[in-house]
Each structure stands twice: as C-alpha cells, then as structure tokens.
C-alpha cells in the first residue's frame, strides 16, 4: 500500500472503525521503529515530521526523500504529514516539499487571524491535492518548537464556522490533553463533555488530538531507575484517550512515551553492557523500546491492529 492519501486513509478509518496513530519520526531509528511496529500490527499511520526534525536532521530534502523511499517500500499504508506549522510561508513550502497534508497550527491567533491565515493555506494546499489539519483552542505544554502556558479549550460554538470559513480538513482540538506533559500529581482529567459536544457538532469530521502520549508512571520510574532524572509529569491517561477515540476522534499524536521508552532501553543497555561502544547496538536497544511503544498505542489506543490487508 505505502504512501496513500490522508483522505482515502481517513475514508478507511469510517469504513473499518479504527483511528489513526500519528507518531514524529526524526531520524533513522525513530523511522524504522514506526515502520515495523505498523508492519508488525498489520496498521497504518501517519507519518509526522516537525519544523524541529527538519532542523535536527540538517538536510531536509535528504531526510525527506530517505522517509518516501522506506514508507514506499513498505506493505503498510502511511500518510506523510507536516506537524505543527506557525507561518503561511512555511505551510506553502511544506506543500511545495511534498508533504501530502500539513497542519497549520494558528491557536496563539486571535479567531479571525486563524480563520484568514488557515483559508489561506487551505486554498494553496487544496490546489494541489494536499491535506490540511488545522487547530482550534489551545493545548498547553511544550512541544518540539511549540509552546503554550495555557489550555483554551475549544468552543463548540465556534467549530462550525471554522471548518466552513477555512474549508480545512480536520481539526484539532483542545479538550484536556496536553504537550509533554505538566507537573501533577494526577493524569489531567480529559473534558468528555466538552468533547462530545464537538462530535456532535460535525459528525464524520476529522477531528484530531494532540499530546495523546499518557507519560505512565512506571515508564519514568524505569528510566529514573536506570540513572535517569525525569520529573513524573502527567498528562490525559491512556483509557481516557482510548475512550476519546471510540467516541469518534479519528487521529491522535502521540510522541512523549516513544521517547520515554528509547530512553529506558538504551540507558539499561549501556548499563548492563558498559563494554558497548558500537552506537548500532545501543541505538537498535533504543529503535526497539519506541517501536514496543508503537505497537502498544497501535493495539491498545487507536485500535489499528490487523487492519491491513497483506498477503
Ligand atoms: O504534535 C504532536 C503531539 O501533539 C505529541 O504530543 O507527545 O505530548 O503526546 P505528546
Ligand atoms: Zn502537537
């Protein structure tokens, strides 16, 4: 299958009643270990790249181009996505790069400000067959590039008007999830009420939720025991974004715990095996937790598992 559209994997999602995972990939491992715990699963995904991979990796268009070559190859179904993208420009050239569908995050905007920058967007994008997720509200917390002290939570009223001013395809929400992760003693409560009403508002639209990594407890504590010194932060539990998704969100991002779950493996690793210099095998340990990670979110988040038809 490999590279499809988001509209026809959208499609599918209805069809055969799954949502979507969308996990970051910024370099080789985190790519491979996306890869195989899709293939691993029989599941697709979307595949996101931030402003802050591109950096990371240096030469974009050659990251780029290695990311299209092994989800071609690949017998899964992916969609190759632009996460979070605060200017116009910076939308028009991910258009240009080849990204299939971008997200344009206009939530530190004033309303109409959002709604022109978006429409803007949505017209140059649509022109090319090209997706574009856009947001609505606030989500508090750090993410790659992005920063917010403080949830706004979506207006339902507003959602409506939105999606018809900007004509974008899905949109993000903010409902009580969060980027990261925040200090508390809880996970955050995830506002179903809220939610709900923006389902109904618009039944059959995409829409979409950020910070959907749950940072479990006994994944920081695994790391903290290997030498590690990462605060217990909390974000929305795991059950709540699992319920969010039978209710009808149809995408979620989810970063936080692939990382927390690199960390603990490539940390014991070096701890167990402190005769190790050769980076492939500390790095392949670390490609291996983040792709058990995938697999868990796969079958037990979005429920994805053994949707792919392969022979
Ligand atoms: O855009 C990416 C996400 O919103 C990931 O957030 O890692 O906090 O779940 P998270
Ligand atoms: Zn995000």
New binding site residues.
């Given amino acids: 299958m490999s590279l499809i559209t988001a509209k026809k994997l959208f499609e599918r999602s209805f069809q055969q009643n799954f949502s979507l995972a969308a996990f970051n990939v910024f370099n080789v491992e985190s790519l491979q270990a996306v890869v195989e715990a899709c293939e691993h699963e029989k599941s697709p995904a979307i595949i996101q790249i931030s402003s802050g991979a591109r950096k990371y990796m240096q030469d974009e268009i050659l990251f780029l181009d290695y990311v299209k070559a092994i989800l071609e190859k690949s017998k899964c179904s992916f969609v190759l996505h632009h996460?979070?993208i605060k200017s116009v420009e910076e939308a028009k050239k991910a258009v240009d790069m080849g990204f299939s569908s971008v997200m344009f995050d206009g939530s530190a905007l004033p309303f109409e400000e959002n709604v022109t920058r978006t429409r803007e967007i949505v017209e140059y994008a649509h022109k090319k067959g090209v997706w574009v997720e856009a947001e609505l509200g606030s989500i508090p917390g750090f993410?790659d590039e992005v920063f917010s002290e403080h949830a706004k939570f979506t207006d339902k009223e507003s959602v409506n008007h939105f999606i018809e001013a900007t004509g974008c395809d899905s949109l993000a929400v903010s409902v009580g999830t969060a980027?990261g992760g925040v200090l508390s003693a809880e996970h955050l409560p995830l506002h179903f009420d809220i939610l709900e009403e923006i389902l109904q508002v618009r039944r059959g639209y995409i829409f979409v939720l950020?910070?959907g990594a749950s940072m479990p407890k006994e994944l920081i504590n695994k790391v903290n025991e290997c030498g590690g010194k990462v605060p217990e932060l909390k974000i929305c539990s795991e059950t709540d974004i699992a319920k969010a998704c039978k209710m009808g969100v149809k995408k979620v991002?989810m970063d936080v715990d692939n990382f927390l779950a690199f960390t603990y493996e490539l940390r014991k690793m070096l701890i167990e095996n402190p005769q190790i210099y050769d980076p492939r095998k500390y790095l392949k340990c670390g490609k291996d937790g983040f792709k058990e990670e995938v697999i868990h979110k796969l079958k037990n988040v979005v429920c994805s598992s053994g949707v792919e038809v392969i022979e």
């Fill in positions: 996460d979070h993410e980027h950020h910070g991002n």
